[in-house]
């Protein structure tokens, strides 16, 4: 166990090191705010319209040159403080792999330069925004739509197509919100959200709501956003990273966002982003399912029991059930 000693001796370092330096491991390009400082949060008025976006993605069949993937992006409204739409989103079909890719990129009309690079990533990230830029349009003026996940695209998507969208969204008088489950953040060695959970408690109280600016993207690159960590329950457990418009009041919105947040079930996390996430998954179920649908077709095509079995059974699996 020399090897984990040693891992867990240099993580120990890591974690208990500190230090001031902010960083996002990803490689975005973020302009860190050369202090952080922490403001009490006062909870608003939730808006009267809230639309959600989650997507979700599962591999049907793997040949390891040829893969077939589904995804799908939920839409889910909430009116008044009753949800009146949940939509799980249609499936969407992806065959990756021998130069399949670009068929698909191009069917399903991702605006990326022709020689991108493809993955289920790509498809997934475009079917999300997809949904997001029909919610954008269907919300009220003086709504919120919520996405899972931070306001920066997929690097091959163009930043132009989200600014356009911020814009969008902005004429109409709707809020675009990114709220990030597990930010990458970090502050030194530490992940940074943690870090100001700890900090908040210690000078804020332990059921302090609390919001901090952390970094805005560069004026040059990219849609103009501005990226916050913020406690939005007190019966919260953890903060998280929201992504907001560059233009957009930061203690407005997150006053309102946080109206969202007091599901008893996972207090902190608006909860119709959970909706969302729940109806977005694609379960063992929705594989299996697109997979029976997808073994009768080829068997109709005229792929004889044996080709497919070969082509998609999975070895380890066995080797493993063994």
């Known amino acids: 166990m020399a090897d984990l000693d040693g891992a867990a001796r240099r993580l120990a370092e890591l974690l208990t090191a500190g230090g001031n330096g902010l960083l996002d491991p990803t490689g975005s390009d973020l302009v860190f705010e050369p202090t952080l400082e922490l403001r009490p949060l006062h909870r608003a008025a ?8 989650d997507g979700g993605q599962a591999l ?10 589904v995804t799908r992006a939920a839409t889910v409204r909430w009116r008044d403080g009753s949800c009146v739409l949940e939509d799980e989103g249609a499936l969407a079909a992806h065959l990756l792999g021998l130069g399949e890719g670009r068929a698909t990129l191009a069917s399903a009309g991702v605006p990326t330069a022709p020689d991108a690079a493809v993955d289920v990533n790509l498809l997934r ?20 739509v919520l996405v ?6 997929d690097w091959r998507i163009p930043s132009a197509w989200v600014s356009a969208l911020l814009a969008r969204a ?14 990458s953040l970090a502050r030194g060695g530490v992940p940074l959200v943690g870090a100001l959970e700890l900090q908040a408690e210690a000078s804020l109280g332990e059921r302090s709501l609390w919001w901090a600016k ?8 990219g849609p103009g956003l501005a990226v916050y960590v913020a406690r939005l329950d007190a019966d919260a457990r ?38 969302a996430d729940r109806l977005a998954a694609c379960p063992r179920w929705v594989r299996d399912e697109a997979w029976l649908y997808v073994d009768a077709a080829l068997a109709g095509a005229g792929v004889a029991a044996e080709v497919r079995d070969r082509a998609f059974t999975d070895r380890h699996r066995l080797m493993e059930r063994a």
Do not use: I, N
Not at 241 to 253: Q, T, W
């Open 60 to 69: 049907v069949a793997d040949a390891r040159c040829l893969q077939l993937y």
């Open 170 to 183: 902005a004429s109409r008088g709707v809020l675009l919100a990114g709220v990030t489950k597990h930010s």
């Open 125 to 144: 990230d475009w079917g999300e925004w997809q949904a997001t830029s029909a919610a954008v349009d269907g919300c009220e003026p003086g709504g919120m």
């Open 148 to 153: 899972d996940g931070d306001l920066q695209p």
């Open 46 to 53: 939730p808006p009267a319209d809230v639309w959600a976006v």
């Open 238 to 275: 953890f903060a998280f990273r929201v992504d907001l418009a560059g233009d957009a009041d930061p203690a407005a919105a997150l006053g309102a966002l946080s109206a969202l947040c007091d599901d008893a079930a996972f207090p902190g996390y608006p909860y119709p982003l959970s909706v």
């Open 214 to 221: 952390v970094a805005t993207t560069r004026p040059d690159v």
